[in-house]
Structures are given as structure tokens and as C-alpha cells.
């Protein structure tokens, strides 16, 4: 289901054996088209791990690594 915030989506995740159904926030940048880019987005349950994806994509190691891989699939 889309939000009103570009990129931002809400899931209901099926339940599993372990888990019942719940609702998530899906994360997946739309192209020029309007069009998510991804099949799948990043799935945010809760504050916590929307908190712990904030730090981790803060870090400026992130960056150096997807450069590096950059380079690597361009050659």
C-alpha cells in the first residue's frame, strides 16, 4: 500500500510458523517512472530497527564500501 511519502510503503507480512501477520514499513525509491525499483524494499518492523538502519547508513565506511563495488561492477 503506498503512503502519501514517495518510496515509503505499508506491508502486512503474512504470518509464518514462528510469527503471526504484522504490519510493516517498507522502504523502496521509486525510478522516473513512478514505479518502485525494487521487487522488495527494506522492511522496517519497528523503531528499533528503522534507529539501527539510520546508524548504520550514517556511517561513512558505508559509502566507501558500495564506491569500491561500484568500481569493481563497472569494469
Known sequence: MRTA???VF???IPKS???PAYLAVEINP???SGY???KIGVIIR???E???IRAILSQKKVDEIL???EKISHQ
Open 67 to 69: 564506491q569500491t563495488i
Open 36 to 38: 518502485p525499483m525494487n
Open 5 to 7: 511519502e514517495q518510496g
Open 17 to 19: 510458523k514462528d510469527e
Open 50 to 52: 528503522l534507529d539501527a
Open 30 to 32: 521509486i525510478d522516473k
Open 46 to 48: 519497528n523503531q528499533y
Open 10 to 12: 505499508i506491508r502486512k
